[in-house]
């Protein structure tokens, strides 16, 4: 964009659990996820008491968080999730929880984790995003 | 991955469909986590969506298209395979005041789809605690889903198991095979984490809820570490072991932990580490587990609907201790008081009696079903419930969780929750 120049693009490497690639805009949590759990499945939206995305909504997101947590029935949740249309874009995780790495297989979702430099530090909520998760290459646009 | 020439024919298909999706799917988790090869397991615990989170609709359908294909084809499970809780008891369901529409509405999917599972050579227990149903040897490698199976089979039994996923539990069973990296190999399997108990607790006089404040706390603050207690007595049960496992998949993704003097792996607090020097050290006192309680109270009145009791499924020792606080006593007309444990302990609870002290005293005992999360969790909405008791911090996080906050909980021991039935209120 003309006179924003400015704008800082970074480019973090990690590993692939899901293929696939897309670009959308960054939700950060500090907070592990459950995706039974965390977001109500029908909304979305994130209903876990004391979660630090409480009340924000996952759907469509590239969706940025320390690991997954919780039930092992998460593969299932995060499909429903998906079959919804409340399923993040794609995940990227500080460390990766079979939990995930199976959701993310079974219902298609670009999975990238143990990047080069801390996601969570680097990428902010509402950067732009864009995943190459065959690849490994995560590239981010600072949006301030 | 080093595959051998049977588990490379499964891959190319040679050995149906299902077996080939299960084994794509088992070598996709294998490659990520860096196993060098299968090992042979010697059991799974199934973790089936149809008849537990998800009976109903087109969750229902979703959740098959999964399950199906990974059993295309298969006649029997390669291995013997335990099953988890299910939604819903239909025999006791008036009583448990659900309403007949909703046992018509999941019907036809849960009883075809247990059916389908039992004639692959399932083992129809329906539990989330299959140890107090089935044996499990030091150093077995296990398939499985169900947190509280992975963390108690890792940490009190000595077997072991990632904490992986409903279809990959399923995968399994189907292939006789596990992907083998993680705890499944010793350097893996050391603490990482130590808490100590603060002068402020007195861990013998700990009730059931204590343990699960302790687990709920060192959940949040083991993140990923396997934690190691030190300072625990070494006469903990089954059930005390119970509840301080189940909340660390709760709070984090933990799938072992070390209890020094009372788990196999952790004779003294030198082997517990590996030999190794704890990563980091955390004193746990009254304040810590104080703030578990509050947040496991969501409810900010003390009426209440249900007290639940038996998350996760109760041992014999645990409804022997149920069916004694509630000798001569009578449970308020205005709530319901239920107990959950496997349809095998159930028939055994019914051969000692505590199945007729239990009722007799206006509880109700429930076989193979998930006492809460499923049913309160994902509709209780929907049933119209508001306030469900529970002395497990599991219950009363995914009964919050699930339900967005509409269903209210409130947390105590046992005890407390059997003075709340009596009462008729918190």
Redesign the interface.
């Known amino acids: 964009m003309v006179g924003t120049a400015k704008m800082k693009k970074i480019i973090l490497r990690g590993?692939c659990?899901a293929k696939g690639k897309c670009k959308g805009e960054a939700l950060v949590s500090t907070d592990?996820i459950?995706f039974?759990?965390?977001p109500?499945?029908k909304?979305g939206?994130v209903?876990?008491?004391?979660h630090a995305l409480l009340g924000k909504n996952i759907a469509g997101k590239i969706l940025i968080y320390?690991?997954?947590?919780?039930?092992?029935?998460?593969?299932?949740?995060c499909?429903?999730l998906k079959?919804y249309g409340n399923a993040p874009k794609a995940i990227i995780n500080r460390?990766?929880?079979?939990?995930t790495?199976?959701?993310a297989?079974?219902s298609e979702i670009p999975m990238i984790y143990e990047l080069d430099r801390d996601p969570i530090e680097v990428i902010e909520t509402g950067d732009s995003v864009e995943v190459d998760a065959d690849a490994g290459i995560v590239k981010v646009t600072k949006q301030k | 991955m080093k595959l051998t020439a049977r588990e490379e024919d499964i891959l190319a298909g040679k050995c149906g469909k299902g077996r080939k999706k299960s084994m794509e799917?088992l070598v996709?988790?294998g490659e990520?986590?860096g196993a060098e090869n299968m090992v042979p397991a010697s059991s799974s615990h199934l973790?089936i969506?149809e008849i537990?989170?998800?009976p109903k609709g087109?969750?229902a359908e979703?959740?098959m298209?999964?399950t199906r294909k990974l059993i295309d084809g298969v006649e029997k499970f390669a291995i013997p395979a335990t099953i988890n809780a299910f939604v819903l008891d239909l025999e006791k369901a008036e009583v448990l005041n659900i309403p007949a529409k909703f046992v018509d509405d999941i019907r036809p999917i849960f009883e075809s789809s247990q059916k389908i599972y039992e004639a692959k050579g399932a083992i129809p227990n329906y539990s989330c605690t299959p140890f107090f149903d089935f044996f499990y040897r030091q150093g077995d490698h296990l398939g499985g889903?169900?947190?509280i199976q992975?963390l108690f089979n890792n940490s009190v039994n000595g077997a072991r198991v990632?904490?992986?996923?409903?279809?990959?539990?399923l995968a399994v069973a189907v292939t006789g095979v596990t992907p083998n990296y993680?705890l499944h190999l010793t350097r893996n399997r050391a603490g990482q984490i130590l808490f100590e108990l603060g002068d402020d607790l007195d861990a013998g006089a700990f009730t059931d809820a204590d343990y699960n404040a302790l687990g709920y706390f060192a959940g949040r603050a083991a993140?990923?570490k396997i934690p190691v207690f030190k300072g625990l007595p070494d006469t903990m049960n089954e059930i005390d072991l119970k509840y301080l496992c189940v909340p660390l998949?709760?709070?984090?993704?933990i799938a072992m932990i070390h209890v020094v003097g009372v788990t196999p792996e952790a004779p003294t607090l030198e082997a517990a580490f590996g030999g190794k020097r704890p990563e980091e050290v955390m004193v746990v006192g009254r304040k810590e587990l104080q703030s578990s309680y509050e947040?496991l109270n969501?409810a900010r009145t003390n009426y209440l609907e249900y007290i639940a009791l038996g998350c996760p499924h109760c041992s014999i020792r645990e409804l022997r201790e149920i069916a004694q606080l509630l000798r001569g006593r009578k449970v308020n007309h205005n709530v319901v008081l239920f107990v959950a444990t496997s349809t095998i302990k159930y028939e055994l609870a019914k051969r000692m009696g505590l199945v007729k002290e239990i009722e007799d005293a206006g509880g109700v005992v429930v076989k193979g079903m998930c006492p809460g999360a499923s049913i309160f969790g994902r509709y209780g909405q929907e049933l119209e419930v508001t306030a469900v008791a529970t002395n497990s911090s599991k219950n009363a996080?995914?009964i919050?969780?699930?339900?967005?906050?509409h269903v209210k909980t409130l947390f105590g021991s046992k005890e407390q929750c059997i003075e709340a039935a009596i009462a008729g209120k918190w």
């Open positions: 590993k659990a592990m459950a039974g759990g965390t109500v499945l909304t939206i209903g876990e008491p004391g320390p690991t997954g947590k919780g039930s092992t029935g998460d593969p299932y949740s499909y429903f079959k460390a990766a929880n079979p939990t790495v199976v959701a297989i079974l | 799917l996709a988790v990520v986590f973790v969506p537990q989170l998800f087109k969750e979703w959740g298209e999964i889903a169900e947190s992975v990632n904490r992986e996923t409903g279809p990959t539990s993680g993140v990923e998949a709760v709070t984090a993704g947040r969501t996080h995914y919050g969780a699930h339900s967005g906050g």
